[in-house]
């Protein structure tokens, strides 16, 4: 069992002994999407899966706040973003802008990119160092400034 599902099932017993229903429900949700990945699959999820998955759950509930409050609906935006506060317990810290700006520097220099045609080898070689520690748009408008 990878890393991160055994801290999600301890976190889960721990939610369920301190009768804290917001975050018990927000890590059942996390599992589920997690177990059905997994059935989906028909394999046993690494860690870095079960990072993809969490990181994708964050921004599903960062999204659905935004669009709470646009309604104004801000009972729901609240439990949205506690949601979401939740789940980002469980990943990594996020990059700072001067490593993200390293990160960057480093990718091009190794991909030898120099145009924006080359962009899809730095998103590559990236990708994997970064994933679920920084917003995949902000970084590709990074990118593209660095390129351009």
């Given amino acids: 069992m990878s890393e991160l599902k055994s801290q999600l099932t301890s976190?889960?017993?721990?939610?369920?002994?301190?009768?804290?229903?917001?975050?018990?429900?927000?890590?059942?949700?996390?599992?589920?999407?997690?177990?059905?990945?997994e059935i989906d699959d028909r394999v046993e999820l690494t860690d870095a899966d079960v990072l993809s998955i969490l990181t994708k759950l964050v921004?599903?509930?960062?999204?659905?706040?935004?669009?709470?409050r646009d309604a104004d609906r801000l009972d729901l935006a609240e439990t949205e973003e506690a949601e979401a506060e939740i789940l980002k317990t469980f990943l990594p810290s996020p990059l700072t802008d001067v490593e993200l700006t390293a990160l960057i520097d480093q990718a091009v220099t190794e991909t030898g990119a120099s145009s924006m045609a080359q962009m899809g080898a730095v998103m590559g070689w990236l990708k994997p160092k970064v994933t679920g520690r920084a917003d995949m748009g902000r970084l590709s408008g990074q990118i593209k400034a660095r390129l351009s």
């Fill in 11 to 37: 976190a889960m017993k721990d939610a369920m002994r301190a009768k804290d229903k917001l975050r018990l429900g927000t890590i059942r949700m996390a599992q589920a999407a997690v177990k059905q990945k």
């Fill in 59 to 68: 921004k599903q509930r960062d999204d659905a706040a935004a669009q709470y």
